[in-house]
């Protein structure tokens, strides 16, 4: 960022006035495809022009950076916490706008590649899921039987060589396409710039690799050829990651020019989804790895439609804790970034506890900024004329994230885990 350069802060929620602005460069971008701007219907931010030149920006509840012609925007959380720790857990890459040619400085960012590294890692897994993407490719060859187009000419010079082959022509059917060989090259830049404390994200990123390698070849490609690329309907679920790998093949980011300072790109990113995800992997782990969660298994996004007769309102709570062995699904977990009006929250999670037969307490987890009272409150089914069903536990929790600002990553999330864990045992239900 450039010393001259201004640096205004929207709030979540809030407004701010973008002066100075050069409305022929600045409002065309902030408009662009890249933010999913628009005049009409939901938008991350609004944009009023106002007399004297000036324009209006106003956030939801979106956070990042976007760098203008001689403004820096920084969409700013209401909660006080590490951004950047928390985007390396984010699942959901439809929250995350960004703009990969647009090349910045961030100080904060010393882990960005650790965030790009979830993104591309999700895209990923996804592909692996659907399959590599196989395509005819031509090729020309010297082979022992002939195939495809006889090649005259360049027959000639394997008769004057000497040569017993066949100079032959043919499209084969391949995984070691331009689509492929981009994912692979992206992916093995990747790899090395990613923090070693994040050894899952890195041993991921090498596993996924190793596969392309045994049927793609690993050569030089360069950003431009991402844009030669064609997407149609067979390689369509292939664009977001030939987007992101794009991002990685640019030269910018190998290194950083100034010391403190890391290569990005301008972004915003949903704080609502950011928080839900951070949340919800630090639970998984938390079951998958704590003694005390042996009994259970963590089911993600179950749906559920026995509200009604109908099975028309589906009910999906973030996290089930189910017990082995069993169809019991006695907990469930829910991350709230902000609460709802009107006791909303709780309507949504005692719909989950009616939807799911075996449920015996929900627990809704807030941000400590978040003014919500800590409480346990019990749903009594039998009120509801519901005789068979014994009573739940409605949990409201809330954990701080607004830890010191020099604590490392691995301590950071060490310590948000302690807190959650502790606010799971404190219920009773996990051996005190």
Do not use: W
């Amino acid at each position: 960022m450039a010393g001259e350069d201004s640096l205004i802060e929207i709030q979540e929620y809030k407004y701010s006035n973008i002066d100075p602005i050069n409305k022929d460069i600045d409002l065309p971008y902030l408009k662009d495809k890249h933010f999913k701007y628009s005049d009409e219907g939901f938008s991350p931010y609004r944009l009023f022009e106002l007399k004297d030149d000036k324009v209006r920006i106003e956030n939801t509840s979106y956070s990042g950076i976007i760098q203008l012609d001689k403004v820096r925007l920084h969409f700013s959380a209401k909660v006080k916490t590490n951004l950047f720790y928390m985007l390396s857990f984010l699942k959901d890459e439809k929250a995350f706008l960004y703009d990969p040619n647009r090349i910045i400085e961030i100080k904060e960012g010393h882990n960005f590649f650790d965030i790009l590294g979830r993104l591309f890692l999700n895209e990923l897994e996804e592909i692996f899921k659907k399959g590599f993407y196989k395509k005819y490719v031509r090729k020309e060859e010297n082979l022992s039987f002939l195939k495809g187009k006889f090649l005259i000419k360049k027959q000639l010079q394997n008769e004057i060589k000497k040569r017993t082959k066949f100079s032959c022509r043919y499209d084969d059917l391949t995984f070691d396409n331009i689509e492929n060989q981009i994912v692979l090259r992206a992916a093995t830049l990747l790899i090395p710039l990613i923090s070693d404390y994040n050894e899952e994200i890195k041993g991921d990123l090498i596993h996924y690799s190793n596969l392309l390698k045994d049927e793609v070849s690993l050569v030089n490609v360069i950003p431009e050829d991402c844009e030669r690329i064609q997407f149609g309907r067979l390689n369509d679920y292939y664009e977001t990651i030939i987007q992101f790998s794009k991002a990685i093949l640019q030269n910018y980011f190998i290194k950083s020019t100034r010391t403190g300072y890391s290569k990005g790109f301008n972004f915003i990113v949903n704080m609502n989804k950011v928080y839900e995800d951070f949340i919800t992997e630090l639970l998984i782990d938390i079951v998958e790895k704590g003694e005390k969660f042996d009994d259970f298994i963590v089911e993600t996004q179950e749906k559920f439609n026995n509200l009604v007769r109908e099975n028309k309102i589906i009910t999906k709570p973030d996290l089930i804790l189910k017990k082995k062995n069993t169809e019991e699904r006695p907990f469930i977990l829910d991350a709230k970034y902000k609460r709802q009006e009107n006791n909303a929250d709780y309507y949504q999670v005692i719909a989950y506890s009616l939807a799911i037969p075996t449920s015996r307490a929900c627990f809704l987890i807030y941000p400590s900024d978040e003014e919500v009272e800590e409480s346990v409150l019990t749903l009594d089914p039998k009120l509801l004329g519901n005789s068979d069903r014994e009573e739940i536990k409605l949990y409201a929790v809330k954990i701080n994230l607004a830890l010191d600002e020099e604590m490392g990553y691995k301590e950071y999330i060490g310590e948000i885990k302690g807190q959650l864990k502790r606010e799971l045992l404190k219920s009773g239900y996990f051996g005190g």
